[in-house]
């Protein structure tokens, strides 16, 4: 794309935001989309996408224009990248297989892995070598040596969910290990059940209207939600940003206070113009418990609400005063780790006593060592607030994500390609022997389970034995961005035997992948999904835009004709094709909304292009707990809150005691543990103009954040000047485990001592050796991989320090981006 075209598209969204577009009559221009109807017409269409719903211009069969579709009255910037993403230098066009993996299969050589070198092969190549390798794995071992059980940000859409299709058509073949949890919320999954009853994360929270017009004080916790609600699970329509301006107005009236407790000024503190109260990366902890301390000293917590809700304040009180550990967990024992002065926390602890009080949590504190705690913490903290239940008080712990907050319109959604084969049809190799390993194991720890096969490991109360993987197959999600320090993955990839990758963009996991298959992008292929993600606004019609290109494929496609090969065609589609999919999810959609909205016929659907469900009803989140804990008791072993847990105590792991505590981390910034020598937190946060590593193929768009083509650290002024560096500089961001190329940005947002690097930035090492510098900028070149604690087992990133200088010496150029290298043989 121009540099014209963009600001062309940009001038689109700007004009659409302020309502100037006819979009009933761009509806009305849409084509009859039958699959009868000619794919080649030019025209409107409508589809969607976890950055925003939107209608889309085809001319001569490319998309030539992109705006918003009208339910979105937010639209982000990031629709600005798709376009790039669609006609990306770094398109997968062909299948693809490593050059050494072509000539030796898995007894080739591994150091090379990454050199990406590739060989161009046929789809019937591809297939073949991938058939062999399952036909192998499953009979020279068993299913505990193949994994297919990651998942991640597939695309929209509830036919296409690419990992389903993937994981179903490989079931068919064979059995093989799975994951539990997420890397969004692991630590808060296993925690929270065990204190509220529920793994609260995706729950659907108190409504936004009901918080606005009842809250004194809003305490946004380590969450930056206008940043992070740019982005849905289903196709966004961005309510949630319409009632953060709304807050703002409220602000602004002085109805209600904001502040933000986080080592940086967030966009939306930026935004909404509220306090930021910094504190150290990694001790939200010692300050939680130091409000908790003030509270008790001065009895200005809700006696009542503790003793008719919650169980063990009584265990949790001792610790804070002292008298199990010696150690009163006052605020001048809080300030020199966590950096909040004394009378800010008194000041904190006064505020949050007064008045209706709403916390608002992020999720990014849980991915650190002892996740857990700053969760655990924080509901104790509301328990003594004592407003859990109520309109506008209590905690959520998921307000920055996909619209929740905005009233449910009570409408369902379709569901999805069925993940799991049949029940009745067993897989061609029907061995469920896992040789004594376990099945299932915590989603971050496969690189360990690679590392050291048959080690056991404590989780979340039981034994897990980590399985001897031999084989990946991958798809939808990009485990060489998500996943933990990339010299230690090197290390554990050079030990596997065979990697398969599904994409459609050349990324660093195809550059350590032994067969390759393109996928199209979501544009290229019809589906169906909700729009307005928790809001369940309404039924999306995700129209093809273009035709796949190069020798892509949708990735329904793909496993059919994986199941065709394996004699498993008809198990797999179950007799239908994509149109007659669509139309059957949207009639089971269709059925079940029946009685509540009259949803009109699958081809009246499809040719308006969405149904609506309208608002929903405002709802507060454990009223009914609230209002009787005997009828309605949380799902904890007590019914109550648990703010001391037996079944944790038992457990007796060091790293997860029976209530909230504090321990050390194993390294931090501030004076903590290894900061002599690397004195800057790194923080990895979620991008504000990606998702994750999507997008970061979008040329143009890219080129709106990098700097001097690599990807930013933001860093404190401070920092900078000690260290000689100025704003543009390319910089070395290093530790023990990695080393990075990144553009500084210095900014004043930043505390000293922090810095940060979005994660999903495309990892890019100079060549195959364990070390190579990273020359793009991916975070994750540098981040610590160790399991929050033996309770959840979670992603730990936000554990790491590092070092920063200007870069000396030869510049490498930027390897991330425009494919492999294609080698002829
Ligand atoms: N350091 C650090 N690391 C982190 C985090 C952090 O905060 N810090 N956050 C973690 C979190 S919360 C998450 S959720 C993970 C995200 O990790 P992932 O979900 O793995 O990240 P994505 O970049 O979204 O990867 C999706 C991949 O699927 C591909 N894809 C998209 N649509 C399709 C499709 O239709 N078909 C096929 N075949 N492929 C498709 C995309 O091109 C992309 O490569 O990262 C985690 N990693
Ligand atoms: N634009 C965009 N939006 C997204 C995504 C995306 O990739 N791009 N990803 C989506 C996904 S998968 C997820 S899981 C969510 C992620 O949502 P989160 O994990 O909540 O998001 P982050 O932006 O990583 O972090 C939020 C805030 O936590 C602060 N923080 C970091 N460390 C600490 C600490 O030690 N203490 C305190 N108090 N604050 C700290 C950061 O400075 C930041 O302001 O976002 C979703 N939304
Ligand atoms: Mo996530």
Same mark, same amino acid.
């Given at each position: 794309m121009t540099l014209k075209r963009r600001r062309f598209l940009q001038g689109a969204l700007a004009a659409s935001t302020s309502g100037l577009l006819p979009f009933s009559a761009l509806a009305k221009e849409q084509k009859n989309q039958d699959p009868a109807d000619s794919l080649l017409d030019d025209g409107w269409r409508v589809t969607g996408s976890h950055f925003g719903a939107f209608r889309a211009y085809r001319k001569n069969g490319i998309v030539t224009d992109i705006r918003p579709f009208e339910m979105d009255q937010n639209p982000t910037d990031m629709l600005n990248g798709i376009a790039g993403s669609i006609y990306s230098p770094s398109r997968i066009r062909y299948p693809m297989v490593r050059e050494a993996f072509l000539k030796y299969g898995h007894k080739a050589e591994r150091k090379t892995l990454g050199d990406n070198r590739y060989v161009r092969v046929t789809w019937q190549q591809a297939y073949n070598l991938l058939i062999r390798e399952l036909n192998r794995i499953q009979t020279d071992y068993g299913p505990w040596a193949l994994y297919a059980g990651q998942t991640g940000w597939r695309a929209t859409g509830q036919f296409h969910s690419s990992t389903n299709h993937m994981q179903r058509a490989i079931a068919l073949h064979g059995n093989f290990i799975r994951k539990i949890g997420d890397y969004s919320t692991g630590a808060a999954q296993v925690i929270l059940p065990y204190v509220l009853g529920s793994t609260e994360v995706y729950s659907q929270g108190t409504s936004w209207p009901l918080i606005l017009d009842n809250s004194d004080l809003i305490v946004i916790w380590a969450n930056d939600l206008l940043k992070n609600l740019q982005v849905g699970w289903n196709c966004e329509t961005h309510s949630g940003i319409g009632y953060l301006k709304q807050l703002k107005e409220r602000i602004k009236d002085k109805k209600i206070r904001v502040i933000s407790i986080d080592p940086t000024v967030s966009k939306t503190a930026d935004f909404l113009g509220i306090e930021t109260v910094y504190v150290n990366p990694q001790t939200d902890v010692p300050l939680m418990l130091a409000i908790a301390h003030e509270m008790i000293i001065n009895k200005r917590y809700d006696a009542e609400f503790?003793?008719?809700?919650?169980?063990?304040?009584?265990?949790?009180?001792?610790?804070?005063?002292?008298?199990?550990?010696?150690?009163?967990?006052?605020?001048?024992?809080?300030e020199p780790i966590c950096g909040v002065s004394v009378s800010k926390i008194k000041e904190l602890a006064g505020i949050m006593t007064a008045g209706r009080v709403q916390i608002l949590m992020g999720w990014c504190i849980q991915r650190q060592q002892h996740g857990e705690q700053p969760y655990w913490m924080a509901a104790v903290l509301a328990s003594m607030i004592g407003q859990i239940g109520l309109p506008g008080g209590g905690i959520s712990y998921g307000h920055h994500y996909s619209s929740i907050g905005t009233p449910s319109s009570g409408g369902s959604g379709p569901?999805?390609?069925?993940?799991?084969?049949?029940?009745?049809?067993?897989?061609?190799?029907?061995? %469920?022997?896992y040789n004594g390993y376990s099945r299932v194991i915590p989603v971050a720890r496969w690189i360990d389970a690679i590392h050291e096969p048959g080690k056991v490991i404590q989780y979340n109360?039981?034994?897990v034995t980590l399985p001897d993987i031999k084989m990946i197959v991958i798809s939808g999600n990009n485990p060489w961005h998500h996943h933990q320090d990339k010299n230690r993955m090197k290390s554990a990839f050079r030990k596997l035997e065979c990697v398969v990758t599904v994409d459609y963009a050349w990324n660093a996991t195809c550059r350590f992948s032994d067969i390759v298959f393109p996928a199209c992008t979501q544009f290229e292929?019809?589906?169906?999904?909700?729009?307005?993600?928790?809001?369940?606004?309404?039924?999306?019609?995700?129209?093809?835009?273009?035709?796949?290109?190069?020798?892509?494929?949708? %990735?329904?496609?793909?496993?059919?004709?994986?199941?065709?090969?394996?004699?498993r065609h008809q198990e797999y589609t179950m007799g239908r094709d994509e149109f007659t999919w669509l139309n059957f999810l949207y009639d089971g959609c269709r059925s079940k909304n029946k009685g509540k909205f009259d949803m009109p016929d699958?081809?009246?659907?499809?040719?308006?292009?969405?149904?609506?469900?309208?608002?929903?009803?405002?709802?507060?989140?454990?009223?009914?707990?609230?209002?009787?804990?005997?009828?309605?008791?949380?799902?904890?072993?007590?019914?109550?809150?648990?703010?001391?847990?037996?079944?944790?105590?038992?457990?007796?792991?060091?790293?997860?005691?029976?209530?909230?505590?504090?321990?050390?981390?194993?390294?931090?910034?501030?004076?903590?543990?290894?900061? %002599?020598?690397?004195?800057?937190?790194?923080?990895?946060?979620?991008?504000?103009?990606?998702?994750?590593?999507?997008?970061?193929?979008?040329?143009?768009?890219?080129?709106?954040?990098?700097?001097?083509?690599?990807?930013?650290?933001?860093?404190?002024?401070?920092?900078?000047?000690?260290?000689?560096?100025?704003?543009?500089?390319?910089?070395?961001v290093f530790n023990d485990r990695g080393e990075l190329i990144a553009g500084a940005?210095?900014?004043?947002?930043?505390?000293?001592?922090?810095?940060?690097?979005?994660?999903?930035?495309?990892?890019?090492?100079?060549?195959?050796?364990?070390?190579?510098?990273?020359?793009?900028?991916?975070?994750?070149?540098?981040?610590? %991989?160790?399991?929050?604690?033996?309770?959840?087992?979670?992603?730990?990133?936000?554990?790491?320090?590092?070092?920063i200088e200007k870069w000396k010496g030869a510049m490498p150029k930027v390897t991330a981006f425009g494919g492999p290298k294609v080698v002829e043989v």
């Open positions: 503790i003793r008719g809700y919650t169980l063990g304040f009584k265990e949790f009180k001792a610790y804070v005063k002292g008298e199990t550990d010696g150690t009163p967990k006052s605020p001048a024992w809080a569901n999805s390609f069925p993940l799991n084969p049949p029940e009745d049809v067993p897989p061609i190799f029907d061995n %469920d022997d109360g039981s034994e292929r019809h589906d169906l999904d909700l729009y307005g993600s928790y809001a369940q606004r309404g039924v999306l019609a995700m129209q093809k835009l273009v035709e796949p290109l190069f020798e892509s494929r949708s %990735d329904w496609n793909i496993w059919r004709e994986f199941s065709s090969r394996i004699g699958f081809k009246t659907f499809w040719q308006e292009g969405y149904y609506d469900f309208g608002a929903g009803i405002p709802w507060v989140r454990h009223a009914e707990f609230r209002d009787d804990p005997e009828i309605h008791p949380l799902g904890t072993p007590s019914g109550l809150i648990e703010i001391y847990s037996r079944k944790i105590a038992r457990y007796n792991y060091d790293n997860c005691k029976g209530h909230p505590s504090w321990m050390e981390k194993a390294e931090r910034s501030h004076g903590g543990p290894g900061s %002599d020598r690397f004195p800057i937190a790194l923080q990895s946060c979620h991008p504000d103009k990606r998702l994750h590593s999507q997008l970061c193929d979008s040329t143009d768009f890219r080129e709106t954040y990098s700097v001097q083509g690599r990807e930013p650290v933001y860093m404190n002024k401070q920092d900078a000047k000690k260290r000689g560096i100025k704003d543009g500089d390319l910089v070395r940005v210095i900014t004043e947002r930043y505390a000293p001592g922090v810095a940060r690097i979005q994660e999903g930035a495309w990892y890019a090492p100079v060549n195959a050796e364990i070390g190579s510098v990273d020359t793009y900028g991916d975070p994750n070149t540098v981040t610590l %991989d160790i399991g929050t604690s033996e309770l959840a087992q979670s992603c730990s990133a936000f554990t790491c320090i590092v070092e």
